[in-house]
């Protein structure tokens, strides 16, 4: 399977089995060396998440990020081997795990698939809690381990997300040990692009390890056996690829698909991190890509206003977090 999520990156929400999937034509994986510009709007977490225009499409000025095949970025100074790997794992996809997802999505009904990402979700609440306390938040740990209980009791071994609803009230919020080290000031990394794990930095790298290797002593020895590692893995894979399928073809439309995700990761990670921090959460430019599965950021603490959206903007996307590599979508039938 060439999709993990990266740091804690689950992406509960809308169903996306009930959408239409497509793949693409062979002369659509080819990524031409031509600029376009990432225009970030102010980030409202509470806004909707309209269609967006595609990147070309956005009128560039003097202040436009460019982004161009020709040129190694500061921050992608692999990009020769990342791009290599980012073309190997779409091959891959279109021949074997697009296939492997569609039979997942026909085979299981959405209930069912999310009963399976809840309960996958709610294995790493106990190292999600302990990261929120190197953070120093203990009330949003204590919160974490609440969630944790009531989920895997009365929602039946965290099958069914009782504690998000009321009267508890608990939303599920990511962390990690990736976030942590952000927290605490250390840059991300050069930008890589692995096929067992798609779009990371080397920070975000050592922090999803850390949290596998810490998982098994939170939760329990079982999650050490390769039947566990194995089976969750595929189904979380198989899961994410049919969830954000939209997502990838949305990136797959622009001109350069393999360097706009890797600008709306990085952007969206920092964006994150600064959350977390609680600083203003204002991106002047994000990827104006549709929030296909709205997760709510990392705690914020007394989150500012946030500032009017521009004239010519309707509305805002949701931040979303970016951890599954940029493949091709499902073939219909």
Not at 21 to 27: E, R, V, Y
Not at 103 to 124: D, E, F, I, Q, S
Not at 237 to 266: G, H, T, W
Request: no cysteine; proline share 13%; net charge negative.
């Amino acid at each position: 399977m060439l999709a993990a999520p990266g740091a804690m990156a689950d992406l509960p929400g809308a169903d996306a089995a009930e959408q239409g999937i497509s793949a693409p034509s062979p002369d659509e994986a080819a990524v031409p060396p031509v600029s376009s510009r990432i225009a970030l709007p102010p980030v409202d977490p509470a806004g909707a998440a309209p269609s967006a225009p595609s990147l070309d499409e956005i009128e560039q000025d003097e202040a436009a990020i460019v982004v161009s095949g020709q040129r190694a970025p500061r921050q992608d100074p692999m990009q020769a081997i990342n791009q290599a790997s980012y073309d190997a794992v779409q091959a891959v996809d279109d021949a074997v795990i697009a296939p492997l997802a569609t039979g997942y999505r026909k085979a299981l009904p959405g209930p069912v698939r999310t009963g399976l990402r809840n309960v996958l979700r709610n294995l790493t609440e106990p190292v999600i809690a302990l990261n929120f306390l190197l953070q120093l938040k203990p009330g949003k740990a204590a919160e974490t381990v609440g969630r944790f209980a009531v989920n895997s009791t009365v929602g039946i071994a965290g099958l069914l997300d009782v504690a998000v609803g009321k009267p508890i009230n608990l939303p599920y919020r990511r962390n990690g040990f990736a976030y942590t080290l952000g927290y605490y000031g250390v840059g991300p990394g050069p930008y890589m692009f692995l096929p067992l794990v798609g779009p990371t930095t080397v920070r975000d790298v050592f922090g999803l390890t850390l949290d596998r290797f810490l998982l098994p002593f939170a939760v329990g020895g079982p999650l050490q056996h390769p039947a566990y590692v194995i089976g969750s893995f595929t189904i979380r894979s198989l899961d994410e690829r049919v969830e954000n399928d939209a997502l990838f073809r949305k990136i797959r439309e622009e001109s350069n698909p393999y360097a706009s995700y890797r600008e709306l990761y990085l952007k969206t990670r920092q964006a994150e991190i600064d959350a977390l921090k609680g600083k203003p959460v204002v991106l002047q430019d994000e990827a104006l890509l549709p929030a296909i599965v709205p997760t709510p950021p990392p705690f914020v603490d007394a989150p500012p206003p946030a500032p009017p959206a521009p004239a010519h903007s309707a509305a805002v996307p949701d931040i979303v977090f970016v951890a599954e590599p940029v493949v091709q979508p499902l073939p219909e039938g």
